[in-house]
């Protein structure tokens, strides 16, 4: 499209690029709050109500509606229309997506005992299928893998199943998983896998983390977040701790420093998400019965 071209060659900072940030954080934020707050086979959700929720981050009616189209589009969610109400609901492979997700940005421990196994996946994809390769890419670091070289790429982690599964939905079926416990790097192999990690970027964020949201774990354990609050900062919190999850290939204690922060990231993170899941939920909802076609 002109306007995706025109954006691509805009200078940073710029109008376009600027939007297209602000789209995208509109969508990242409905899939945080589809995923936390609404469950399979609950009734789909009024436009006017989740309009509604998303003015409560500063995202205008225009923008929300928008946002709900675009996803609809991308086969995230699924619109229906009685009279003129318009509802919406998470697909259901959508709905599978973020509970994967979510099994691994909720869980109370990393993994940290290691029992030798590691996963590698190889796989072919056509030059000009550049959509398909970076979903596959994506999946793939989602699931704790990191590419050694282009199509080869291996994870500290038993993900056999997992990979197969994410490869099967995405139609891939030129590639070969295996899993060992026999698997030697060699020298300049180990330094290539160590850069590709990125531990010392991992780290940082992780302490970034710590530090952005000290004080909300302060009041929030204290109980001093105002139930109008609770929502935004509990689904702003669980955006960016996902994206710092997806970013952190999940190393075993063997691969990481005696100082890695994650361990109390994660302790941070699951205490402020619990102390605001009531208040914030019971805003979601009083949100979203607000029937008003939008």
């Known amino acids: 499209m002109v306007s ?4 691509e060659l805009s200078p940073p900072g710029s109008p376009p690029e600027r939007a297209a940030v602000g789209r995208a ?7 945080t709050l589809l995923g936390d707050h609404w469950h399979a086979g609950r009734a789909p959700l009024p436009s006017g109500g989740l ?7 500063g995202i205008a009616p225009a923008n929300a509606r928008a946002t709900l189209a675009r996803l ?18 998470l697909t259901e492979p959508a709905w599978h997506i973020l509970q994967r997700g979510a099994r691994r940005i909720f869980a109370s421990t990393d993994e940290s005992t290691w029992d030798g196994s590691w996963t590698l996946i190889a ?4 030059l000009e299928d550049a959509n398909q390769r970076r979903l596959i890419r994506a999946r793939l670091r989602w699931l704790t893998f990191w590419p050694l070289y282009d199509a080869t790429w291996v994870t500290p982690h038993d993900r056999l199943h997992e990979a197969r599964e ?12 295996l899993r060992s416990t026999d698997l030697e790097l060699l020298p300049d192999g180990r330094a290539r896998l160590e850069a590709a990690w990125r531990i010392d970027e991992v780290a940082a964020g992780y302490r970034d983390f ?8 302060g009041r929030a354990e204290a109980g001093g977040v105002p139930a109008a609050e609770a929502l ?25 420093p005696p100082s890695f922060p994650r361990a109390e990231a994660r302790a941070m993170f699951l205490g402020i998400s619990e102390a605001l899941a009531p208040l914030a939920q019971k805003r979601f909802e009083d949100l979203v019965q607000r029937l008003e076609p939008a």
Do not use: C, I, N
């Not at 969610?77 to 318009?86: D, N, P, S």
């Not at 710590?210 to 774990?217: E, G, Q, S």
């Open 4 to 7: 995706d071209a025109l954006g």
């Open 25 to 31: 954080r509109a969508q990242r934020l409905l899939v």
């Open 51 to 57: 309009v509604a929720v998303l003015a409560d981050f």
């Open 72 to 89: 609809t589009q991308r086969g995230m969610l699924h619109r229906t229309k009685e009279g003129r109400r318009t509802s919406y609901r």
């Open 123 to 126: 796989f072919t994809v056509p």
């Open 166 to 177: 994410q490869l099967s939905e995405l139609g891939v079926t030129d590639a070969v998983l």
């Open 210 to 217: 710590l530090h952005r949201y000290r004080d909300l774990a």
């Open 232 to 256: 935004v900062a509990r689904t702003e919190l669980v955006s960016d701790w996902r994206a710092l999850v997806g970013a952190d290939p999940d190393l075993p204690v063997d691969f990481l």
